[in-house]
Every structure is written in C-alpha cells, then in structure tokens.
C-alpha cells in the first residue's frame, strides 16, 4: 500500500512538471506579450530631458561652452543611447551667423565608432533686447513635436569671478561674432574633464534637472515661426545605423533591425528577460522612467527582469583616447 502512494505522487509529480513546460514553452498570445515587453529596451527620450536643455541654453552664449556644461559631472545629461550603463559624450556644432542675430547649435552623440545620432537642435534668435530660444528633439528619439521655448537677454549677466576663470572663452552674447565651435571629439576621444559618469534613476535625475525648467514653454516659438531668418542645421535628423540600444520612438528602418537583433539575442540567452547576471544584480540603481534595478536585477511594468537567475580655451588641452588613436592639442586647458 505504502508503495502504492509513493507510485501516485511520482506520477502526479512528473504530471505537473510535463504540464509547467508545455506552459513555459507554448506560443500564447499572453507569453509572446511578456516575451515582446521583455524585449522593449528602456526608452533613450527619458535620458535627456529638453525642457531642461531649454533652460540650460539660457546659460550659456556659445557651443563650446554648452558642450563643456552638457558633459560635466552632475550635468542635465544622463543618455545612455549603447546602453552601456555609462553617460554618453554629447557633441555641439554650432552653425549660422552669430552676428546676423540668429545662431544654432546641433546636438549629436556616437553610440559607436562610425556612427552619428542627432540629439536635438537649438536656435537662438535676437528680439530686441531678448533672445528667443527654441529647442526642437530629434524624431527619432522623441517622436513629433517635441519642441520647447523660451527668452532671455540677450547680453550675458555680470559674469562672475568662476565664469571669467573658466577654460573657454566667455562671450558677453550669443551673437558676439566668434569662430563658430564644432566639436572635435568624438567616439573613443574625450576631454579630459569627461568621465563615464554612471547613469542616474529617474528620480534622482528629475530632481537634478528640475532647477533648469524655469517657465519653458512646451511648443514653437511664435517669434521663430514668423522670422525670415533661416538657418541650415548640417546634422539634423541623422541617424545611427547602429549602436543605439535604448527604444526609440521613431526608429529608422535599419535601427529597427538593430534594436530587433539585440533584443533576439536577449531572449535567446535570457528566457523572458536580459540576461544581466551578476552586472544586474550589483547595479542596486534605477534606470529610465518606470523601471528599477536593484538586488534582484531589473525590472519594469512589464514584469521584464534580469538577474543571476534569470540567465580648452578656443580649441583646448589634452585629451583622453579610448582606442581612438587620435591626439589633439592646440594650447589651453
């Protein structure tokens, strides 16, 4: 008898473990919707916020000195287009004709070698005494219309004694006649005050970039729209073909098949999430809105996880290279 009730258990056992694999392994629409969620990368738009770039922009006079502000520690950038964990360097070109009254500065990373993703575009036009300020987000990262605005004066405020210390010239107004700056670093080659800062989680972003929002009005300028001062922005709508992992909102045809083979390989060496392992379980941050990683890895409103069980003045100074190869220096720090 006693044998008897051991044989059922066996069976009922190994029932209910045939069962649980036919589940796990069947195609229903539910576990292809865990599997596709699993799949959707964090979204880049979360990692730079425009708004406070809007305001940001407020602050400066030239492209050379938005691009130090834009890649200095405890700055408004925390994009992460590779997905590598670490800040991306932003690149400005300034382009236009500073002393027309209408002066651009065009926003671009390299999520890889090779590779050139615009950001966003930033026109300052004068109005008087005022500069109309107007930022539009690349569509392939923010999808349409994402555009802020706002003005200021034209004329810098009484500089103080850090901005006139600093390693870049300080113009007294965005439309001072000056070389314009074009970036000269790029993908593997930063300067030396750039360190691949860690990405910050939502919340602790928001609350960096919050000081910069001011009264940014969410929208085109009116004053832009009706000007017939034009400028050519030499970068706008690029795309990288690949290098970027984070979800888009308007991807190219080809950054679709990037992001799809990424997230095939994932779920290939991953079941249903990324197979983060031991990097997941170490991270204990959060990252992009709505998502979290902490002791067991990362997880989303999608139930996606991954866990160990789951699977210069003018053209300035020195510069670090990653593999780059490429030296520069023309004086400055």
């Known amino acids: 008898m006693k044998a008897l009730k051991v044989a059922i258990v066996f069976i009922l056992v190994l029932n209910g473990v045939y069962s649980l694999t036919q589940w ?29 770039l809007t305001g940001l922009t407020k602050e400066i006079r030239s492209g050379q000195e938005l ?12 994009l992460d287009l590779n997905d590598d964990g670490k800040v991306d360097y932003l690149q400005v070109e300034e382009f236009g004709k500073p002393e027309t009254g209408k002066v651009g ?6 999520p890889a070698k090779g590779e050139r993703q615009e950001i966003a575009e930033v026109t300052v036009e004068q109005n008087g005494d005022q ?18 605005n706002d003005s200021v004066k034209v004329e810098r405020p ?28 790029g993908f593997g080659f930063y300067p030396p005050y750039f360190g691949f800062f860690p990405i910050l989680g939502p919340s602790l972003y928001f609350n960096r970039v919050a000081v910069h929002h001011t009264v940014v009005r969410q929208g085109p300028s009116s004053f832009q729209g009706n000007s017939n001062r034009t400028l050519s922005n030499p970068n706008k709508g690029r795309a990288a073909n690949t290098g970027v992992a984070k979800g888009l909102r308007k991807p190219t045809g080809t950054q679709k098949q990037f992001l799809s083979s990424r997230s095939s390989g994932k779920i290939g060496s991953g079941g249903f999430g990324r197979s983060g392992g031991s990097k997941a379980l170490s991270s204990g ?9 902490g002791a067991l890895g990362r997880s989303s409103a999608f139930g996606r996880s991954s866990s160990g069980l789951g699977s210069n003045r003018g053209f300035g100074g020195s510069v670090r290279s990653f593999g780059g190869g490429r030296s520069f220096g023309f004086g400055g720090k």
């Open 105 to 110: 500065y065009s926003l671009y990373t390299e």
């Open 285 to 293: 941050t959060t990252r992009g809105f709505g998502q979290s990683s």
């Open 67 to 78: 691009e130090r502000k834009l890649n200095e520690k405890d700055g408004i950038n925390n």
């Open 158 to 185: 009484v500089q103080t004694a850090q901005a006139q210390a600093a390693p870049y010239p300080v113009y007294p107004s965005y439309f001072m006649p000056h070389p314009l700056w074009i970036s000269p670093f």
């Open 131 to 148: 500069a109309e300020i107007q930022v539009v987000g690349n569509e392939q990262i923010y999808g349409d219309n994402a555009v802020y």
């Open 24 to 52: 796990l392994g069947s195609s229903s629409p539910e576990n292809e919707r865990i599997a596709e969620a699993a799949a959707e990368p964090d979204p880049a738009a979360s990692g730079f916020d425009l708004a406070a």
